[in-house]
């Protein structure tokens, strides 16, 4: 093993001579250079120290063998590697939280080696300006000597002056605060207020930013060494950047405190004519017949663009017609009956096609019918007239015997008080008179039936006589009722004849302006079109277009009607194309939900001006072009941007629910 007796590690090492012994200005980083140099030198000097432990003496149970052969003396095992406290130590070390002044404890044995462990120290005062000693310094300093001085190469020392550490003189160490190290078992722990632990750093910080000791400002001395130039040109450029990164933190924490920023609610939207695209439809569907248009066509208002089979529209639709037709004329006829007419009135929807053979046809067989229904009540009422005279005369005949009667009766009377005077004389016997009275009754009850019989006749010409009018009566009634239901069918068959012209009349399908054909659905002659479905759309060319954008409901009560928006076009280079200024003009009454993906929102559009379109120099719009809606709302700062989320979540955290 090498002999290490000329290596030095006393406290000259770390000095340098600077204009002479009272004139010592280390930078804070030399400082920490020095000692992490003086550091490394001690524990380089105490790892190759020789074991100075005494020999272990074997248990007197374990005496060795005669013949055995003695072992060889153990080699001092190397040291541990050291642990995470020690590589923090050593990490702090450079900046002035090591020093290289062991504590009063006895050293540690380990792997047979005397080592010492390093303690935290209390920090220095500050160093003073340059040119002035340390104030408060405990023991005087000589003279610095820098670590490269060749007159300390190699200078004599004992061995045993290597392991007396207390006489040490402490070296500089960096002036920055410093907190203390944990208290050791036992120990009393030192209270420090937060207060002065943030006054002491907020001090020291001022004063190394703002290079109160001026080591900042020093020049170079002649002869200096090279570490601590590189530590004064550390420390320079440390606290040129904590001062710009201070400067600029301050700059940014006050635009983001203090400088408002636009909000703004971005929604995406396309291109839409003013009128919407016309869709084409039919109600009931058919069979393409005819395809006069194709995609990308352009047409005018009223051209055809479709037909469809017109077979079963015409085939409905005279039927329709032959029954309203047949219930015109019967309502004629049933009119004329009402009224008593010689004949029906022709019907004015008739009149126009009596050359028809259906309308004549129709018009000849109600008026059969209503001559025959004529003829029909006449008979039956002439049958009741002569009924009534028939019973007139055998009233005549009856009243003719009731006088007869009468005249006898008045005859019988008279012979009957001549018989009845002789017989009081007894000139005649009982027997006449008997007879006579007899002949009387007779006759009086003769007389009576007659007149019994002239009332029941008298009471038969009454009932024909209302039978007569209970006829017409009847005949008015059937009349009236089956003319009611006559005029509900006609209603009933005018409707059906309208829907059923008027799906002949949709047959074929014409522009309901002019504009361009998108989407043709029908390409097949003969395919069928289902009722309902969209067959072609045309998109107009000439309405004004709008950005028709959908809004989350969240956001709804920032849009209002008038509002400014920004427009982008995505379709167009960004780079050339300039951000178009919109106007809302029209925002939706209520929410309208996706059929596809169920969300719900709000329809807004918002109107180009003129002038705003002359911005794109030539740039063509096209209805369904993609935008982008920028519509500007309130202002806030950018803390409040970031904060706003915190602070809501601190609302909802604490609620019970």
């Keep these: 093993m090498k002999n290490f007796d000329h290596v030095h590690t006393d406290e000259r090492v770390a000095r340098r001579r600077v204009g002479g012994a009272d004139d010592e200005v280390v930078a804070p980083q030399g400082q920490a250079l020095i000692l992490e140099l003086q550091r490394l030198r001690q524990a380089f000097e105490l790892d190759n120290l020789p074991d100075q432990r005494p020999p272990l003496r074997r248990p007197a149970n374990d005496e060795p063998r005669q013949g055995a052969r003695r072992s060889r003396p153990a080699r001092p095992k190397r040291s541990k590697k050291k642990g995470k406290m020690g590589r923090v130590l050593d990490w702090l070390g450079p900046f002035g939280s090591r020093s290289d002044v062991f504590d009063a404890e006895p050293p540690a044995a380990r792997g047979g080696r ?53 006489d040490r003189r402490e070296p500089p160490r960096i002036a920055a605060p410093q907190l203390a190290p944990p208290a050791l078992a036992g120990a009393v722990p030192r209270e420090r207020s937060v207060t002065r632990v943030v006054r002491t750093g907020l001090t020291a910080g001022v004063a190394f930013l703002a290079n109160r000791d001026g080591s900042a400002d020093a020049a170079a001395a002649p002869g200096e060494s090279i570490v601590l130039r590189a530590g004064r040109a550390y420390e320079n450029e440390l606290r040129m950047g904590l001062r710009v990164l201070l400067i600029v933190g301050g700059l940014a924490g006050g635009w983001m405190a203090f400088v408002p920023l636009s909000g703004a609610v971005v929604v995406p939207g396309n291109l839409v004519v003013q009128s919407n695209v016309k869709a084409i439809q039919h109600p009931t569907g058919g ?132 018989v009845q005077d002789l017989f009081d004389k007894r000139l005649v016997p009982i027997a006449r008179l008997t007879a006579l009275q007899r002949e009387s009754a007779r006759i009086e009850g003769e007389r009576g039936q007659l007149l019994s019989t002239i009332a029941e ?68 002659i003969g395919g069928v079109i289902r009722p309902g479905d969209t067959i072609m759309e045309v998109v107009p060319d000439s309405d004004d277009l709008q950005i028709e954008a959908r809004l989350q409901p969240n956001d709804i009560d920032q849009v209002r009607k008038g509002q400014q928006a920004f427009i982008r076009f995505s379709a167009f280079n960004q780079r050339v194309t300039p951000q178009l200024i919109g106007q809302v003009s029209f925002v939706s009454p209520d929410t309208t939900r996706d059929q596809q993906t169920g969300t719900s929102y709000f329809t807004v559009r918002i109107m180009l001006p003129e002038e705003e379109r002359r911005l794109l120099a030539g740039l063509q719009l096209v209805s369904g072009m993609p935008a982008e809606v920028f519509m500007q709302t309130g202002s806030r700062t950018m803390l409040s941007y970031l904060f706003k989320p915190i602070l809501d979540q601190f609302q909802r955290a604490f609620v019970e629910r």
């Design 287 to 418: 069979v393409v017949a005819k395809i006069a248009v194709s995609n990308g066509m352009r047409v005018n208002a009223g051209d055809l663009l479709l037909r469809l089979d017109s077979t079963q529209a015409q085939a409905s639709l005279q039927v329709v017609s032959k029954q309203l037709d047949e219930v015109r004329a019967k309502i004629s006829r049933l009119v004329a009956e009402r009224d008593g007419l010689p004949k029906p009135a022709i019907p004015p929807e008739l009149s126009t096609r009596l050359d028809d053979g259906n309308v004549k046809t129709v018009l000849a067989s109600e008026a059969s019918l209503f001559r025959a229904r004529v003829t029909a009540r006449e008979s039956q009422r002439e049958l009741l007239q002569s009924k009534v005279s028939q019973l007139g005369e055998e009233i005549i005949g009856l009243e003719a015997q009731v006088s007869s009667k009468a005249k006898q009766l008045e005859l019988i009377t008279g012979e009957l008080t001549g």
């Design 114 to 166: 005397v080592t010492r462990e390093p303690q935290f120290m209390t920090p220095p005062p500050a160093a003073s300006a340059r040119g002035n000693p340390w104030p408060n310094e405990r023991q005087a300093r000589g003279p610095i000597i820098a670590p490269d001085d060749p007159s300390l190469m190699n200078m004599p020392r004992s061995r045993p002056e290597l392991l007396q550490i207390d």
């Design 457 to 524: 006749t008298k009471t038969k010409v009454d009932e024909a006589k209302l039978q007569m009018v209970r006829l017409d009566q009847d005949v008015r009634t059937e009349v009236v009722k089956e003319l009611g239901e006559a005029q509900g069918k006609e209603a009933e068959l005018s409707e059906r004849s309208v829907a059923a012209r008027d799906v002949l009349e949709r047959i074929e399908m014409r522009a309901p302006t002019s504009g361009v054909i998108h989407q043709l659905n029908a390409h097949t």
